[in-house]
């Protein structure tokens, strides 16, 4: 059973986890909102925390969305006019469970979907769980290579070991319903960590190639549908945050240094 703690103290609780210029009260609200318990279940303050991280990076745009750097591969997409955390993509009906990214950046054109991974690709078993919910004929013309995808993950003809590919079937699913209603392009965009240690143990160079090599493959299995697909880790894209922005570079130094993605 889920320990009961007042609001206040799991408020008091966040703001001593968050970096300088997160908003707390604005996550606050979101982490209660989403479905994944994290602030209850005291996950969120677990040293192996994802979501801490994602909230971390991502929470300090949702009040300057102007900072926001471009993520390589939307260069075209124009400059970030909104940034949040834990976005809830809907599918096209109402009932059962919505897939909920990590953030969201929106700009005049395109709503790219981000979904952060830290520890996971080396710790999860990865499990195909996709209901038949998934096979509705409600995807449209241009989500053909997602829907292969979906296929040849539930009968065993694709598996992969360290990338979660169900899940982002699903958020790529979600992010095309959501990118319809609002008029724009949709990007999913994948954003990991490569940490030399988990639990005191190193993480091997052969897993971080093997999942760099998982990403890339899926990336080609979907290449050419509507919700194009992107990947890159925290460190090399922190790399390209512009120098003179003193405020970005040390937003992205304490990412570094708090996470060591």
Partial sequence: MTELIPPEELLNRLRESLLPGVPADHVFQRLQKGDGN?????????????AALAVNCFGWFVERPGCFPTLPGTENAGAAEMVDVEFKARFPWSGGRHPQLD????TESTLIGIESKRFEPFRDEKKVSLSEAYNRPVWGANMTQYEKMRDQLKDGRVVFKYLDAPQLV??????????????LKAVLYYI?????????QRVSKNCIISHRAEISEFAQRVEGDEVAFH??????????????DRALKEHGRMIIDTFQP
């Fill in 38 to 50: 994290e602030l209850r279940s005291k996950k969120f303050f677990s040293p192996e925390s994802s």
């Fill in 103 to 106: 953030a969201v950046v929106q």
């Fill in 170 to 183: 699903k958020h790529a699913f979600g992010l095309v319903t959501e990118a319809r209603k609002r008029n």
């Fill in 192 to 200: 990991f960590c490569e940490p030399g240690f988990r639990a005191g």
């Fill in 231 to 244: 990947a890159i880790s925290y460190r090399d894209w922190i790399s390209t945050w512009r120098e003179e």
